[in-house]
């Protein structure tokens, strides 16, 4: 074989003659050039196309996050914190069933109810609001004097209890117990949450509670020399309502409102005279309309035991104008008095 240069032309026109063109088809080079392009310009294609997909999965999911914390996370939170307005609602419903229920038996008794301080930990927003829960003392509405002590021998305390959201996503609705009655609160206002007006209150459930903090029992005995009934003994179950050592708590967790009693007796012997203060304060007119009702029930049973028996003189009114009302008894012989005292405290834990 031949590498000159007359070879190589020779190989040259050997190839154009059997249709070639120098080293090899320009027709094979050209599909294989756009081959290789379009392959190219494919794997390009799919690669900007998966990416423009994943841009469109994140819009989309960015979009659904978006109207989801401005519009349903609002509406979420407060449901769940109109859930929770509702729970502490019913926990004071039953609260004030169970002082109802120890009044009324006056016994012994433990009763605890839950009250949810916050709401609206939901998905994505897990800030909750917060309340607080506290029990006040009102002080006393009435006090037992025996003879010509200067120390009540016995006090009729109240306490008020309350819920007041502090941090909130809907309205600072809160709830408030005293005097036997429940009030719906909101900021500075309040109205009752199971009557009408006030007016019912004091009817219903003013009468009601105030008339089962005290009740009485006689027993008398015969008397050959005035052939009459003598009384012998009085006792009085009577009602103390007081804050426990535990009384204020905070924050969004769930706290308990803790209903306690126990009960106690003390006599006191050879008694010639006993008497009752009520409160009547005219910078609080609530707990002195309250205490009235006590005083009607107090005033009509001592009433009646000058009528039943020899040695017990009229009853004695003393309307305080600047002061207590109150209410003296007095004995023409001696008489055994006996207090059995129900104590019941009230805590938030």
Not at 63 to 80: E, H, N, R, V, W
Not at 249 to 274: F, H, P, Q, R
Request: hydrophobic share 35%; glycine share 8%; charged share 25%.
């Amino acid at each position: 074989m031949k590498f000159g240069k007359e070879g190589f032309c020779r190989r040259r026109s050997k190839e154009k003659k059997a249709g070639g063109s120098g080293f090899g088809s320009e027709k094979f080079y050209s599909t294989l050039v756009d081959f290789h392009l379009k392959r190219f310009f494919e794997e390009r294609a799919d690669a900007v196309s998966s990416v423009v997909a994943l841009m469109l999965i994140l819009a989309v999911i960015a979009t659904f996050i978006s109207i989801y914390a401005t519009t349903f996370i609002p509406g979420l939170k407060q449901q769940s914190e109109i859930e929770q307005v509702e729970d502490v609602k019913e926990s004071f419903i039953r609260f004030s069933n169970d002082i109802e229920h120890i009044t009324s038996g006056k016994s012994e008794g433990k009763y605890s109810e839950m009250i949810p301080l916050g709401a609206g930990d939901i998905l994505m927003s897990p800030e909750k609001s917060s309340g607080a829960l506290g029990v006040t003392g009102l002080g006393s509405m009435a006090e037992i004097y025996i003879d010509n002590g200067t120390e009540p021998v016995f006090s009729f305390g109240l306490v008020n209890v309350s819920y007041v959201p502090l941090y909130t996503f809907w309205e600072k609705q809160g709830y408030s117990w005293q005097y036997g009655y429940i009030n719906a609160t909101k900021d500075e206002k309040s109205t009752p949450l199971m009557k009408y007006t006030m007016d019912d209150v004091i009817k219903s459930d003013f009468k009601d509670f105030s008339e089962s903090l005290v009740s009485f029992r006689d027993e008398g005995v015969y008397n050959a020399v005035t052939d009459k009934y003598d009384l012998f003994s009085l006792s009085i179950d009577a009602v103390n309502i007081t804050p426990g050592k535990e009384r204020f708590v905070t924050g969004n967790s769930v706290s308990n409102l803790v209903v306690s009693s126990k009960t106690s007796e003390k006599d006191y012997v050879n008694v010639t005279k006993i008497e009752f203060l009520f409160e009547n304060d005219t910078a609080c007119p609530a707990k002195s309309e309250f205490s009235g009702f006590t005083l009607n029930k107090t005033s009509d049973f001592l009433s009646s035991l000058h009528a039943d028996y020899d040695n017990v003189n009229s009853l004695q009114v003393d309307p305080g104008k600047e002061g207590p009302d109150k209410l003296t008894l007095a004995f023409g012989s001696n008489v055994t008095v006996s207090i059995h005292s129900v104590d019941i405290t009230v805590s938030a834990t």
